[in-house]
């Protein structure tokens, strides 16, 4: 099982998720390029001008570590950077669990990203102008959990460690791109974890998910917020469980 971090986080987010599949899995987590304690000088803008620079390095871990048939679990962005990396591998794998993911964050036609692109404007050009503040600012609406304090006091800490220079480079990657059309050649059974009340990832991006997956399911789950592995990780772990479960059984009927 491999766990990646979304967007201004690192490995450290997965703590209460990542004991209940020790006994079950080889568990790998890792600090995305530029995230965490990761190399700082290994990012290269060019590289990581799209999400698929991130997708090499996740193929290049399951190469060095020999990993074949992994369930690969990704919050927010890195759902895509699993997505990416399945498509072009897809032995590496055996499902996906995707944390409040995004395929696209803007609104577009009948896609509801959640979005507006004035909207996503005005948050890159916030971010670039005063990354503290924006920092400061969104870390509470993300984790959707204003009654904890230590929770969202944690995502802070978390985005204000990052690069300044990095993390911009990084968020208008993210918040740009659109991975619809992947999405669509997933041949992986795929589980969609949405939470209520999510800023970043609306429940219409779910629903989407589950129409345009070939073989997903669907969880809504109680939690708010977008990272329910910290702010409910007892009810991630149980939709995990479950969906794990379903597929092994239905791979031991083949």
């Not at 450290?12 to 080889?26: D, G, I, S």
């Not at 990581?48 to 020999?66: K, N, P």
């Not at 609104?107 to 971010?127: A, H």
Request: charged fraction near 20%; aromatic fraction near 8%.
């Amino acid at each position: 099982m491999i766990l990646v971090h979304g967007f201004g986080c690192d490995q450290h987010m997965w703590r209460y998720v990542m004991p209940a599949f020790l006994n079950e899995f080889t568990v790998i987590r890792y600090d995305l390029t530029g995230s965490g304690r990761s190399d700082l000088s290994a990012y290269d803008r060019d590289k990581y001008a799209t999400l698929e620079g991130h997708a090499t390095d996740l193929l290049e871990i399951c190469d060095a570590l020999g990993v074949q048939e992994a369930v690969v679990v990704g919050h927010s962005v890195s759902a895509m950077i699993a997505v990416l990396a399945a498509n072009r591998e897809p032995s590496r794998f055996s499902s996906l669990i995707m944390v409040s993911p995004s395929p696209s964050y803007l609104n577009d036609g009948d896609y509801v990203g959640g979005f507006e692109r004035e909207e996503i404007d005005e948050l890159l050009e916030y971010l670039d102008l005063n990354f503290l503040g924006w920092s400061k600012k969104m870390a509470a609406p993300i984790m959707g959990h204003p009654d904890n304090l230590v929770l969202t006091e944690e995502l802070t800490a978390n985005f204000c460690r990052n690069d300044p220079d990095i993390a911009k480079h990084f968020g208008r990657v993210t918040f740009m791109s659109d991975h619809r059309a992947d999405v669509m050649l997933v041949k992986h059974p795929v589980l969609v974890l949405q939470c209520q009340d999510d800023i970043i990832a609306p429940l219409s991006i779910g629903q989407w998910l589950d129409h345009n997956l070939q073989h997903s399911q669907l969880v809504v789950m109680e939690a708010t917020g977008h990272c329910p592995h910290l702010s409910a990780p007892d009810e991630t772990i149980a939709a995990m469980r479950i969906f794990l479960t379903a597929t092994q059984l239905a791979l031991a009927k083949q």
